[in-house]
């Protein structure tokens, strides 16, 4: 197939990960026979620095007549003045809402090799595989704001059709799995999230009786999330609990730099990032672990172009690499570690 996609390098280490996967997307069209087109663009701080724009309109254009975006990440020191009127992550806002992309999904799926990494008891985890699927464009993000002397509030508002097709999101991914899905709100207490439940129970029920759908409350979800990791399948829910319960999940995979994440919308054209920042601290030194970026891809490669097999293929060749014990500075002990080139070559290496 041919295929479209746009590469934002970003800031940090940014252009070091999507050089790696761009390395490995091209490995994987040549072995398939799949021609992709690549096309950088600028965004966040870089895009600052040439244009005075953190998303040039010729950056969203591009993304938008694209079928697949896959982005390192965004900010640094060089840009972060609290007092500066354009900020590298407000480029990354106005291309997520630009793309109507309203469901973040991060799958979490620690593997042997890493496990030793994370701060909860290896035995707990293996074994765990679930996906985090994160409303993105609704909830008390976007609610409105007040502020007088004495008091301030933020108003958390959901639609049923905002509710509605990220639910239907969760259940479709469920049954390309397990078939279990966790809705997770806080229905004794809120207005939005007892409006959350009735319309995730009817749509599961309606649309979806294949699949299991279980409620959760959000406090009780972020103990059962490190206590049990292995019963999670699907967990779907709102934006705030998204941001939260997603970072919480993310430790069970030992670092930062192994996670990927894919934000879809309507259309096919998503966007693909790894879950880390730009980590200025190790910028420029060919150490930063490239696997949240090569699975970001293979994210891309299931969800944009549909082609399953290649990222599976991708994701066992990543998998493969970790098994082996090549393992970047954030994971392994200090001068056993591969360098990003090295992790790179050898997630190629397996390709072939
Ligand atoms: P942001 O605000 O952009 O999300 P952050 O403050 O969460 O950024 P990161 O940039 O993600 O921070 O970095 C947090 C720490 O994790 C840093 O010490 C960084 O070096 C490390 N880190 C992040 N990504 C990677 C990676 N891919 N490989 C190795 N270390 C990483
Ligand atoms: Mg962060």
Redesign the pocket.
């Known amino acids: 197939m041919r295929a479209d996609i746009v590469v934002l390098e970003g800031d ?2 940014g252009p070091e ?1 999507t050089a790696a996967a761009v390395q490995v997307l091209q490995a994987l069209a040549a072995r398939y026979g799949h021609q992709f087109e690549l096309q950088r663009h600028l965004i966040g701080g870089a895009a600052i620095d040439a244009s005075g724009e953190p998303l040039p309109a010729a950056t969203l254009q591009a993304c938008q007549r694209s079928d697949a975006v896959l982005l390192g ?1 965004v ?1 640094g020191p060089k840009w972060s003045d609290p007092k500066a009127k354009v900020r590298p992550e407000q480029g990354l806002l106005a291309l997520r809402k630009g793309l109507g992309l309203y469901a973040n999904l991060r799958p979490v799926q620690p593997h042997a090799a890493t496990l030793g990494a994370s701060p909860i008891k290896p035995h707990l985890l293996a074994g765990v595989d679930m996906i985090v699927v994160r409303e993105l464009t609704g909830g008390i993000y976007f609610g409105d704001k007040q502020r007088s002397a004495s008091a301030a509030s933020d108003l958390c508002e959901y639609s049923v059709a905002e509710i509605e097709r990220v639910v239907r999101r969760a259940c479709q991914l469920a049954r390309g799995r397990r078939g279990h899905v966790v809705s997770v709100d806080k229905a004794n207490v809120l207005e939005t999230s007892r409006l959350w439940r009735e319309v995730a129970t009817r749509v599961a029920r309606e649309e979806f009786p294949d699949v299991t759908l279980e409620h959760q409350l959000v406090d009780s979800m972020a103990m059962h999330l490190i206590a049990k990791p292995r019963a999670f399948d699907v967990i779907v829910t709102e934006n705030m609990f998204g941001d939260i319960l997603t970072d919480e999940a993310s430790m069970l995979a030992g ?3 192994l996670l990927p994440s894919a934000s879809l919308g309507e259309g096919k054209v998503g966007l693909y990032e ?1 879950i ?7 910028a420029g030194r060919g150490i ?3 696997c ?1 970026t090569i699975l970001s891809a293979a994210l891309l490669l299931r969800h944009s172009l549909g082609l399953d097999a290649e990222a599976a293929c991708l994701e066992q060749a990543v998998a493969a690499v970790l098994d082996a014990g090549v393992l ?3 994971l392994a002990p200090a001068g056993e570690a591969a360098t990003t080139a090295q992790f790179t070559a050898a997630v190629l290496a397996q390709l072939d």
């Not at 880390?276 to 190790?282: F, L, R, V």
């Open positions: 940090g280490i990960v990440a900010g670092s930062l730099g790894p880390h920042g730009s980590a200025p601290d190790i930063a672990n490239p949240g970047t500075a954030d």
